[in-house]
């Protein structure tokens, strides 16, 4: 249970990494392959010797990890969207005026 526990952090601290600057999206989106073996590695280092269990555990490691690789990516999108509208809204009051 404790090895759950300690898997199921694994956003908070991905998405800490991105906040300060450690990783990024393209980083997080190339590692895919990477993430897939670690966990089923952990799947099973951190449960018993049951196949059921290890991926039970090692399937919802990886789906979060997902999670962490949609969540800046889209937070970017949302950025570059907002920037590009404002250049836009401000190219147009400089040709009203």
Same mark, same amino acid.
């Given at each position: 249970?404790l090895?759950?526990?300690?898997g199921?952090?694994?956003p ?10 450690v990783?990024?999206?393209?980083? !997080?989106a190339?590692?895919r #392959?990477?993430? +897939?073996?670690i966990?089923?590695?952990l799947? =099973?280092?951190? @449960?018993?010797p049951?196949?059921i269990?290890?991926i039970l ?5 990886y789906m ?6 949609? !969540?800046?990516?889209?937070? #970017?999108d949302? +950025?570059r969207?907002a920037?590009q509208?404002? =250049?836009a809204? @401000? ?7």
């Amino acid at each position: 249970m404790l090895g759950m526990g300690v898997g199921f952090e694994l956003p908070v601290v991905v998405l800490t990494l991105v906040k300060i600057g450690v990783l990024n999206y393209r980083l !997080l989106a190339s590692g895919r #392959r990477y993430v +897939i073996v670690i966990s089923a590695v952990l799947g =099973a280092i951190l @449960t018993t010797p049951e196949v059921i269990t290890q991926i039970l555990m090692a399937f919802p490691l990886y789906m979060l990890y997902e999670i962490c690789v949609w !969540l800046p990516g889209t937070g #970017r999108d949302k +950025i570059r969207s907002a920037r590009q509208a404002e =250049a836009a809204g @401000t190219r147009c009051k400089g040709r009203d005026a």
